[in-house]
């Protein structure tokens, strides 16, 4: 038995000023003891924030509850103390990698076991039938750090399997997770739901693959106000709107001929821990053009984005106009390819907007362009009123138009982007697109653009590469 | 020998090799150093590191008192031998203890409280993100045309800001793992202080004692 | 704003955190101190490069005692510090853990004479000089500087006051100044 109900729920991250915004505005709900629920909404409206608080974790690390309560089996769960709290709800988190105390699998298992006061007889065949549940015995003595984000979500699925945990939370637990362990994972928690009796509750802004397993879907708009569960066929309707959502007829043409290539891989090989993500005997990407790469989550892409850009070693032959990308150095290297990160905060290097800007444009290879342009561009992301705004405390969709525009800025002739428009709402979206679009025409730029958000993006693209299967290869189609 | 015990010793040798300068005493330490590091079979090239790496300041600090000072050969050859004792005696402590057994046993034999024990082993297991971090801070900071340098501020501006999310993800991730600050634990595996860690301690610095002093009346 | 002296797992985790990113940051830059002692060595200045960096090597003291504001955190961040350089094999082995002790109370004591109640320029330069102080009498001891020439004496220790002074002190204020700007350490569980 477990019954999550939320009344009247408001939930707030103080500012300096003593300020409070509601994250979560007046929200209620309950997940339904033994089903499987899927919270979706867009990404920043909150989602992440009530899973912890549903987990416990908040406000004790971080903001505070302004006003009503989160019940679990109709206990207020800041009454249930912290040491009961693993074996009634566990968490998987979205960030695969810092989940972990300790460094094997093995270890790990012990280490939340001992936290519960597990007579240590009995450890052993927990952590075994833990493992053999989602079927990873192999991995029990292998480092943590040498897994990949697929493997760390399964030990991290085995850990809440040995806590014995009647609620099983997981907060986009599949970000970084391929889609073979991600269907493993799926099948594994609609197993637990069926045969132990488990809640089952994820959130996901991406809906893929859940209609065969989920029982409710639950949306949180986009300002955090309000929670509904859909009826079954509002339900089915999302889920197949989400689909159409991505698929699209435009057609690309394939690379010509004439192309200049600008990056040529020969016999290049991407590894990650012990398993491989890419083989590719020969690859080009080309000049003055916009290449979309796309893919399964954790199969790769990412990776070779960073071994494009020296930050991930690689196997074979990466040449950049004509020489090898591991022999470049680093001042001579950034001058010519640029990576726009995932994470919006690692591109950051000083604290308020204004500065930021100031960088890029002090050290642009198009000053003059971008000086004129500028305010123009501000403005029509509508960033311009928040220049004096410390960057690390916008909302996720301003970093992320800010942090494209600032490596637009710098105006470097290959630039590498990894997930741009994740967070982006429909109108930033379109306005981001075209500033890129325009950009890269103007200032000669080839781009390499890794995104799964496919909307708007044949307008952008010229050319398509899928990585499957360990392969790089041109198609035709967008989806 | 017990993890607690055996860092224990080897700091207290340290202490004392620090205050007293007795060359023989140095080598003889480096050399039982060296041995137990030969039992746990290091890879030829740490070995080979072993050797190269303490020398740069041990021969610095010797010609320098060789150069700078009337203390002559003797106490340059105390110096020299000193840091080798430093290093074998405090890598065969390393080498032969895992960071978590010396972080279970000082949780369950030296009783330091368990957020400490588990808050330092959770962030030293991030060591390799924490060496990626630090070239994705340089590059993004390349990619904009700025070069950090060692004296670049906003290269531990960064690198503080990762640790902050880093530590409330792994702090809530503990948490949601059954860990409470402060309350009691089971442990899987009993780490016991022997009777015969003591004895191995005590004649240790015993002997150690003895050597000095039989030494200092020649 | 009131700090308490409690230290929680997250303080914890993030304290060490810091100190490995130092220890890190030092080693990925470049062996600026084994390239030094090697220049320094052949006229006898070899032990000087020591000095030289010595500001790098315990700048996280008093940035923890700034960033935490607890009695202890200074001794803990340098102390924590070293036992993960001793993992990682650095060049001084059992003696690491000794000069970790030594740099963190160093430092500390710059705060301790404040009464852990002034966090501003006058503490940390306070900690500076402390800090030059204590390291430089571990370093007559366990280096053997006491034997040198007065006058080589007299510069090591000018040479280490100033580097102490540009990193633990010019360098620390100016992240220090960063951070305080983004306000996000308040958020932090104290």
Sequence with gaps: MATISINHLSFSYPTEDGQKPLTLADVSATFPDGGFSLLTGPSGSGKSTLMKIMSGLYPKFGGVITHGEIQLNHTPISEIPETDRGQLIAMMFQNPNQQFAMDTVERELLFTLENQCVPPSEMMSR????????????????????????????????????????????????????????????????????????????????????????????????????????????????????????????????????????????????????????????????????????????????????????????????????????????????????????????????????????????????????????????????????????????????????????????????????????????????????????????????????????????????????????????????? | MNPSLKFLLAVLIALEISFTSTWMVNLALAIIGLLIILTSRPPLKRLVLLFFVPLIPAVALAVAILLQSNAGMHFALVLFTRIYAYVFVGSAATLTTSVSDLVMSLEQNAHIPSKFAYGFLGAFDLLPKIVSEVNVIRAAGNMRGQALHIWSPQLYFKAILASLDWSENLAEAMTSHGFSEGAPRTYFKQIRVHWWDWCIMISSLLLLQIALFGLHLQ | MKYSNAWHLRDIILLTLIAIFFGVIYWVIGPLYNVLTVALTPVGLGPGANDVVMGIWVMAGPLSGYIFKKVGSATLGEFLGSVVEMFLGGQWGASTMISGVVQGVASELGFTFTGYKRYDWFSLNLSVLTTTIVTFGWDMIRNGYSKYHIGLLIALFIIRLISTWIFSGLLVKAIVKLLDRTHLMQTQSR
């Design chain 1, 127 to 479: 952590v075994d039938r833990a493992l053999e549940y989602v079927e990873i015995t192999a991995l029990r003595h292998r480092q943590l750090n040498s897994l990949s984000g697929g493997e760390k979500q399964k030990v991290a699925l085995a850990v809440i399997i040995a806590m014995k945990a009647d609620t099983i939370l997981l907060d986009e637990p599949f970000a970084s997770v391929d889609p073979v362990a991600r269907q493993l994972l799926l099948s594994k928690l609609a197993k637990l739901q069926h045969e132990e009796h488990k809640t089952i509750i994820i959130s996901d802004h991406d809906l893929e693959d859940y209609d065969a397993y989920i029982d409710h879907l639950f949306v949180l708009n986009g300002t955090g106000n309000s929670l509904t569960l859909l009826n079954e066929t509002d339900a089915q309707e999302k889920m197949a709107a989400f689909q159409r959502q991505d698929t699209s007829d435009q057609q690309l043409s394939l690379p010509t001929k004439v192309d200049q290539p600008v990056i040529t891989a020969h016999d290049l090989s991407l590894t990650a821990g012990t398993s491989t993500l890419l083989k590719q005997p020969e690859i080009n990407f080309f000049k003055h053009h916009i290449t979309l790469l796309t893919g399964a989550n954790g199969t790769g892409k990412s990776t070779l984005l960073m071994a494009l850009s020296k930050l991930h070693q690689y196997d074979g032959t990466l040449l950049l106009n004509q020489k090898e990308i591991a022999k470049i150095r680093n001042n001579q290297l950034y001058r010519q390819v640029a990576l726009v990160f995932q994470d919006a905060d690692q591109q950051f290097l000083n604290v308020s907007v204004a500065e930021e800007l100031a960088l890029s444009l002090k050290n642009s290879q198009a000053a003059a362009y971008f000086k004129e342009r500028l305010p123009g561009f501000l403005e029509k992301l509508q960033l311009d009123h928040l220049q004096d705004h410390v960057v690390y405390t916008l909302s996720g969709g301003q970093k992320k138009k800010l942090q494209i525009l600032e490596m637009l800025i710098m105006a470097t002739p290959v630039l590498l982007f990894d997930e741009p428009f994740t967070g982006l709402d429909f109108s930033s979206l379109q306005t981001i697109m075209a500033i890129m679009k325009q950009v890269a025409h103007d200032c000669h730029q080839t781009m390499l653009i890794v995104s799964h958000q496919l909307f708007g993006l044949d307008a952008l693209v010229d050319y398509h590469v899928t990585l499957a299967n360990n392969q790089l290869q041109y198609v035709e189609g967008l989806a």
